[in-house]
C-alpha cells in the first residue's frame, strides 16, 4: 500500500505517485498561485508534517491535514484554492484537536483532599475549588517549559465540568480538555483574532510545536478569545521596584513580568531580554507577603465573612487560580486558615503542582502520608519578588466587551519581602 502524504495547499491525502499531479493542479494560473501561497503560510503546514511523538518530546502534534469529510469535500470543490478566514480555521481545529490524555482519579482528587482537610489535625477552615483534575508534566518538559500549559489545562478542566455556560464555547464545544499542541493552534488563533496583539510579538505570532515558556498573559489571552473573562493580578516587591532601574537583565526563564513602580513598566520575555510594557496596570498596597494571601482568601470567600471552625472544608464556586512566579507556575486550588492557640492564625494556600505524579498525589492523600509537603505551601514560602495571577471572573462577554478585552490589563500590589 502506498504511502500517503498531506498535499502542503489543500491537504488531501495522497499516495506520492499522484501527489505531484495533484499539487501542480493547484497552480494553473498566477493568481491561484498567490492564493494558495498565502493558504499554506496561514496553516503552517508542510507536507513533511503529520501526526506523530517526537522521539524527545510526548507532544502530540496537530495534524490539520488529517482527512475529514469536510475538508476533502473542500479540496475536491471548486473553492479549494479560496483564503481560509478565521471562522474556517476555527471549524478545522474543533474536527481535528486531540484530547490530553492525562491520569483520572476515580474519586477525584479534589474528593479526596477534602477529606484529608475534614480529618485533618488542628482548628483549620479550608475554602477550596469544587474540582480540578491535577494534569502532569511529561518527561520531556522537564525543563518547566511546559507547566504553564498544564495549568491551563487544569482551569480548564474546572471551568468544563462547573460552568455548563464555559463549556458550550471553550474550545468549540468539544468538551475536553485538549493536549498542548491543540491549545498552541487556539492561541495562534486568538492573537489572529486581535487578543494581546503586542504579546504576541514577542513569539512572532507562532507557536505551535515551540517549546516556548508561556505564563498569565498568555494564559488570559486563550481565555478571553472564547469571551471568558480572565482577568490578571501582579504582586511585586518595592525591593525588586526599586532596583529595575539599575539592573537591565533577569536571568532565568521567566514569564513576562511588571518590574517597575509605574504604568511604563518594563517586561522581561522568556529570554530573560527587556521590551516595553504592553499591558497597562493599577496598583494598591497591603502588607507584605499578606497582600497575595488576602487577596487569595478574599478571591475564594467571595469577600464573604467567615466564621472559622474546627476542620470545615467550604467548597467554592470560584475557579482554581493559574499562580506564576518567576522560573515555574502552579495552579492554587484553595487556600486554608488554621488558629494557633496563642490566637494567631496560619495560612496556607493550597497547591496542585504540574510537575508532581498525579499517581503520588493519590497516593499520598489515600494513606494520608506526606501530601501536605505537597499541596500545603505556607506564607513563609513566599519569597519571590514577584508573582503573578490569573482568575477567572463569572459569565461571558458580548461583542462590545470582547473588544475591550483583546487589550490586557492587571491590577497590581506593591510589598516589601519580609525574611528575605
Not at 533577569?250 to 520575555?269: E, F, N, Q, R
Not at 490566637?343 to 510537575?355: A, K, M, R, T
Given at each position: 500500500?502506498?504511502?500517503?502524504?498531506?498535499?502542503?495547499?489543500?491537504?488531501?491525502?495522497?499516495?506520492?505517485?499522484?501527489?505531484?499531479?495533484?499539487?501542480?493542479?493547484?497552480?494553473?494560473?498566477?493568481?491561484?498561485?498567490?492564493?494558495d501561497l498565502q493558504l499554506a503560510k496561514q496553516l503552517s503546514l508542510a507536507s513533511s508534517i503529520s501526526p506523530l511523538h517526537s522521539a524527545d518530546t510526548d507532544m502530540v502534534l496537530v495534524d490539520w491535514g488529517k482527512t475529514t469529510e469536510s475538508v476533502s469535500s473542500r479540496c475536491e470543490s471548486s473553492n479549494a484554492a479560496e483564503m481560509i478566514n478565521i471562522d474556517e480555521k476555527i471549524s478545522y481545529l474543533c474536527d481535528l484537536q486531540f484530547k490530553e490524555?492525562?491520569?483520572e482519579v476515580n474519586d477525584g482528587l479534589m474528593d479526596l483532599l477534602r477529606t484529608r482537610l475534614e480529618l485533618g489535625y488542628g482548628?483549620?477552615?479550608?475554602?477550596?475549588?469544587?474540582?480540578?483534575?491535577?494534569?502532569?508534566?511529561?518527561?520531556?518538559?522537564?525543563?518547566g517549559w511546559?507547566?504553564?500549559?498544564?495549568?491551563?489545562?487544569?482551569?480548564?478542566?474546572?471551568?468544563?465540568?462547573k460552568r455548563p455556560e464555559a463549556r458550550e464555547i471553550l474550545f468549540g464545544g468539544c468538551g475536553f480538555v485538549p493536549d498542548i499542541a491543540s491549545l498552541q493552534r487556539w492561541l495562534e488563533l486568538s492573537w489572529e483574532k486581535g487578543f494581546d496583539k503586542?504579546?504576541?510579538?514577542?513569539?512572532?505570532?507562532?507557536?505551535?510545536?515551540?517549546?516556548?515558556?508561556?505564563?498569565?498573559?498568555?494564559?488570559?489571552?486563550?481565555?478571553?478569545?472564547?469571551?471568558?473573562?480572565?482577568?490578571?493580578?501582579d504582586f511585586c516587591s518595592k525591593e525588586l521596584a526599586s532596583k529595575t532601574s539599575f539592573h537591565r537583565q533577569v536571568i532565568g526563564p521567566m514569564d513576562k513580568y511588571i518590574l517597575k513602580g509605574d504604568c511604563s513598566s518594563s517586561l522581561v520575555s522568556s529570554s530573560g531580554t527587556w521590551k516595553p510594557?504592553?499591558?497597562?496596570?493599577?496598583?494598591?498596597?497591603?502588607?507584605?507577603?499578606?497582600?497575595?494571601?488576602d487577596w487569595v482568601w478574599n478571591y475564594f470567600s467571595d469577600?464573604?465573612?467567615?466564621?472559622?471552625?474546627?476542620n470545615q472544608v467550604i467548597a467554592s464556586e470560584k475557579p482554581p487560580l493559574y499562580f506564576q512566579h518567576d522560573g515555574h507556575s502552579r495552579t492554587i486550588v484553595g487556600i486554608q486558615v488554621t488558629l494557633?492557640?496563642?490566637?494567631?492564625q496560619e495560612y496556607s494556600l493550597l497547591i496542585f503542582d504540574p510537575g508532581h505524579i498525579t499517581r503520588d498525589l493519590e497516593r499520598s492523600l489515600r494513606d494520608n502520608k506526606g501530601w501536605e509537603k505537597l499541596i500545603k505551601r505556607g506564607i513563609h514560602t513566599l519569597r519571590k519578588p514577584h508573582y503573578q495571577i490569573c482568575y477567572i471572573d463569572p459569565g461571558i462577554a458580548g461583542a462590545e466587551e470582547m473588544e475591550r478585552l483583546k487589550t490586557l490589563t492587571s491590577d497590581r500590589f506593591e510589598y516589601r519581602v519580609q525574611g528575605c
Amino acid at each position: 500500500m502506498d504511502h500517503l502524504s498531506a498535499c502542503p495547499v489543500c491537504y488531501l491525502q495522497l499516495s506520492m505517485p499522484h501527489l505531484q499531479s495533484h499539487v501542480n493542479s493547484h497552480f494553473e494560473d498566477d493568481e491561484q498561485v498567490e492564493r494558495d501561497l498565502q493558504l499554506a503560510k496561514q496553516l503552517s503546514l508542510a507536507s513533511s508534517i503529520s501526526p506523530l511523538h517526537s522521539a524527545d518530546t510526548d507532544m502530540v502534534l496537530v495534524d490539520w491535514g488529517k482527512t475529514t469529510e469536510s475538508v476533502s469535500s473542500r479540496c475536491e470543490s471548486s473553492n479549494a484554492a479560496e483564503m481560509i478566514n478565521i471562522d474556517e480555521k476555527i471549524s478545522y481545529l474543533c474536527d481535528l484537536q486531540f484530547k490530553e490524555n492525562f491520569y483520572e482519579v476515580n474519586d477525584g482528587l479534589m474528593d479526596l483532599l477534602r477529606t484529608r482537610l475534614e480529618l485533618g489535625y488542628g482548628n483549620s477552615t479550608s475554602l477550596i475549588s469544587g474540582y480540578v483534575d491535577h494534569i502532569q508534566s511529561a518527561k520531556s518538559e522537564v525543563a518547566g517549559w511546559g507547566c504553564g500549559w498544564r495549568n491551563i489545562q487544569m482551569l480548564s478542566s474546572h471551568l468544563l465540568q462547573k460552568r455548563p455556560e464555559a463549556r458550550e464555547i471553550l474550545f468549540g464545544g468539544c468538551g475536553f480538555v485538549p493536549d498542548i499542541a491543540s491549545l498552541q493552534r487556539w492561541l495562534e488563533l486568538s492573537w489572529e483574532k486581535g487578543f494581546d496583539k503586542p504579546g504576541s510579538e514577542d513569539f512572532d505570532k507562532e507557536i505551535y510545536g515551540k517549546r516556548n515558556w508561556i505564563g498569565t498573559t498568555e494564559c488570559a489571552t486563550l481565555f478571553r478569545s472564547f469571551g471568558i473573562r480572565a482577568r490578571m493580578v501582579d504582586f511585586c516587591s518595592k525591593e525588586l521596584a526599586s532596583k529595575t532601574s539599575f539592573h537591565r537583565q533577569v536571568i532565568g526563564p521567566m514569564d513576562k513580568y511588571i518590574l517597575k513602580g509605574d504604568c511604563s513598566s518594563s517586561l522581561v520575555s522568556s529570554s530573560g531580554t527587556w521590551k516595553p510594557n504592553h499591558h497597562s496596570t493599577n496598583f494598591g498596597k497591603l502588607r507584605g507577603q499578606h497582600s497575595l494571601i488576602d487577596w487569595v482568601w478574599n478571591y475564594f470567600s467571595d469577600n464573604k465573612s467567615i466564621e472559622l471552625n474546627k476542620n470545615q472544608v467550604i467548597a467554592s464556586e470560584k475557579p482554581p487560580l493559574y499562580f506564576q512566579h518567576d522560573g515555574h507556575s502552579r495552579t492554587i486550588v484553595g487556600i486554608q486558615v488554621t488558629l494557633q492557640r496563642k490566637g494567631g492564625q496560619e495560612y496556607s494556600l493550597l497547591i496542585f503542582d504540574p510537575g508532581h505524579i498525579t499517581r503520588d498525589l493519590e497516593r499520598s492523600l489515600r494513606d494520608n502520608k506526606g501530601w501536605e509537603k505537597l499541596i500545603k505551601r505556607g506564607i513563609h514560602t513566599l519569597r519571590k519578588p514577584h508573582y503573578q495571577i490569573c482568575y477567572i471572573d463569572p459569565g461571558i462577554a458580548g461583542a462590545e466587551e470582547m473588544e475591550r478585552l483583546k487589550t490586557l490589563t492587571s491590577d497590581r500590589f506593591e510589598y516589601r519581602v519580609q525574611g528575605c
